[in-house]
């Protein structure tokens, strides 16, 4: 198919490892299996799955946390690291997982949550006893401000994530404030104070990778390094009182020293782990974010970068149209990038915190555009070069929470406290007690986190087989409502049927681990400025992979360009249209149907 593709990529780009090949599946064990029958997604539920993973093609898993915790925000709020909360099962529980898992050839990644903890958290809760108490400086503890009236105001003017309001609390018996840049009973840990850093590498990393845990998923790792000084941030938003913070928060000063150490004390010294990076409000800028995952700077293997989740819409709540070329461009670039630069990708469309991708960037108004449009993003996703993840329920295309559903089905506490700081600020302007939230609702229909985080749907059953019947246990109900789709869309309908959305992902898993061009391959965008086909090469030695994807409801008659090479000689033809390939391709046209991926393999 052509001649090889140029590329400035260094040598190392394209040496095999692990942790670029393995398939990761990431669990939110809160709805994932409830084998107990409390209404809970337990470590018990994962274990029961574990060779439906191995049969999926699943390597790793990324459990999202299950550590001790008041779950303010889902579990990422810690009060224990060492303690599994008992909604979720024990410390045994966990262990008999790494164990079946390892029986398996599997591994398993955890959450590591070390920008914050719970204010429950003997750490803070000591911290605050006295300013001389010996945690105080694990915490960002500063004294108030005052204005010229004699008013107590916060140490800057930092906002926090989940609100519009102030990332301090003010402490009364203290007085003084504690930062967090999350929720206020997420305090930020002080990674300045070498004691935090020590506990964290010692009692915390160090103590799960000898109970054999395979690495981590670091949370918002780069907000870690603060400018110390903690300065006012810049107005960007004139009517608002508080301001995002990230110009000092994110990708701080001492960022890589700390990583630096950390893989120098720990991750260093056990061999074969896998290391992924959360790195938000940092967008495009390669000059920051690839020197995480350089291997000369021995921090990260990988990051996961948002720029293409934010496409339809940032903040996250505040959701806009975007069309296929933008999104074309973002996956483009970071795949040329990384590629050129040495670093490596992460490979995603649907994590806890993001809206379901067949919803956002599919079609889910039809059973048939739906699986269709389920199917293309799988095959866009297995072939493109990185590290690829899978949430879970992707690989059933299921979709976001039903329209009709109303705010209280929505239990995220940004979903919550979005829609009630809305609901209070109308109020007020309006001295209406009913306001108007219907573009509040629109919003959260699209993006919220919430769509994510209902129950996997297992069966047609009751509850779509979440939690097991007949059980002294037995709630009568999931923690979070389950999907009114649930009898349509679930794992038992799609595991025997080969034309399934479960049976193409697990072919399309097959085919990436077969074609090494879709993990290593160089990228080449094929006509970027076409509205309808998202077309593109993967390159790597002696085979050549073209990717056609038509992302829009009717047939396209697609030119191939000369970037895309001879047609001819092909050897592997996968689509997820089970009537065969398109007629024959004439004068370098080939016509897709609606919704249409095709991958032609050859070379190889």
């Given amino acids: 198919m052509g001649s090889s593709v140029e ?45 439906y993973l191995k049969d999926l093609g699943v390597d790793v898993i990324w459990l999202s946390p299950v550590y001790k915790s008041p779950f303010i925000d889902n579990g990422y709020d810690i009060s224990d690291y060492h303690e599994i909360d008992q909604r979720f099962g024990t410390l ?46 694990f915490f960002w503890w500063r004294p108030a401000k005052y204005s010229d009236s004699g008013e107590r105001l916060p140490p800057n003017n930092w906002r926090e994530e989940f609100s519009s309001g102030s990332a301090w609390e003010w402490d009364e018996l203290t007085q003084e404030y504690y930062l967090h840049l999350y929720c206020k009973e997420q305090p930020d840990l002080n990674w300045e104070t070498p004691a935090v850093r020590q506990a964290i590498y010692t009692d915390i990393m160090k103590w799960w990778l000898d109970r054999g845990c395979d690495g981590f998923r670091m949370d918002v790792i780069n907000l870690i390094s603060k400018v110390p000084s903690l300065p006012d941030a810049p107005i ?71 720029e293409q989740q934010e496409v339809d819409g940032y903040p996250q709540l505040v959701p806009k149209d975007y069309k296929l070329s933008e999104f074309k461009e973002i996956t483009a670039r970071w795949q040329i990038e990384m590629q050129n ?70 239990v995220d506490i940004a979903s919550q406290v979005y829609y009630a700081g809305e609901l209070a600020l109308r109020k007020s302007k309006t001295g209406d007690e009913s306001p108007d939230m219907s573009d509040i609702m629109s919003a959260l229909q699209r993006k919220s986190r919430d769509h994510a ?9 009751l509850d779509a087989g979440f939690s097991p019947k007949n059980k002294e246990r037995w709630v009568g109900k999931p923690w979070m409502r389950v999907h009114d789709d649930y009898k349509e869309w679930n794992v038992a309908k799609q595991f025997g049927d080969p034309e399934s959305v479960l049976s193409f992902w697990k072919n399309m898993i097959a085919f990436r681990k077969s074609h090494l061009a879709c993990t290593y391959g160089y990228f080449t965008l094929l006509s970027p400025s076409s509205e309808e086909v998202f077309a593109y090469t993967k390159e790597y030695k002696n ?62």
């Fill in 341 to 410: 630069r040495g670093g490596w990708n992460s490979i995603y469309l649907e994590n806890h915190d993001v809206a379901r991708s067949v919803s956002r960037f599919g079609n889910d108004t039809t059973p048939t555009y739906r699986t269709l449009t389920a199917k293309l993003l799988s095959t866009l996703q297995c072939t493109l070069s990185g590290t690829l993840y899978v949430y879970q329920g992707e690989e059933i295309a299921m979709a976001n929470l039903p329209k009709d559903w109303p705010i209280e089905e929505y």
């Fill in 453 to 461: 985080r209902n129950p996997m749907q297992w069966d047609d059953g």
């Fill in 92 to 137: 045994a529980d966990v262990d008999q997982l790494i164990a079946e898992m390892h029986k398996r050839d599997m591994k398993l990644v955890m959450d590591l949550v070390v920008n914050h903890c719970s204010d429950q958290h003997e750490w803070f809760v000591e911290s605050r006893k006295s300013k001389d108490n010996p945690y105080r400086d």
């Fill in 236 to 306: 960007k938003n004139p009517n608002e009182k508080f301001q995002e913070s990230y110009k000092y928060t994110a990708n701080g000063p001492r960022i890589h020293e700390f990583l630096q150490e950390m893989n120098r004390e720990v991750l260093s010294k056990y061999p074969g782990l896998i290391t992924v990076g959360e790195t938000p409000f940092t967008h495009h800028d390669f000059d920051v974010l690839v020197p995480y995952v350089l291997p000369e700077n021995k921090e990260l293997q990988t990051i996961f970068q948002f």
């Fill in 7 to 51: 590329t400035t990529a260094p040598s190392h780009y394209q040496e095999r490892a692990h942790f670029k090949e393995c398939i990761i599946y990431q669990v939110y064990p809160a709805s994932f299996c409830d084998a107990n029958g409390d209404g809970m997604g337990d470590v018990q539920g994962v274990i029961s799955k574990l060779d």
């Fill in 543 to 604: 085979e050549r992979l073209l990717v056609l994807l038509n992302f829009t409801k009717e047939d396209v008659s697609y030119t191939l360009p000369e970037q895309a090479g001879e047609v001819g000689d092909m050897t592997d033809l996968i689509g997820n249209y089970t009537s065969g390939p398109p007629e024959h391709i004439e004068n370098r046209v080939v016509k897709l149907r609606p919704y249409e991926a095709l991958v032609i393999a050859s070379g190889k």
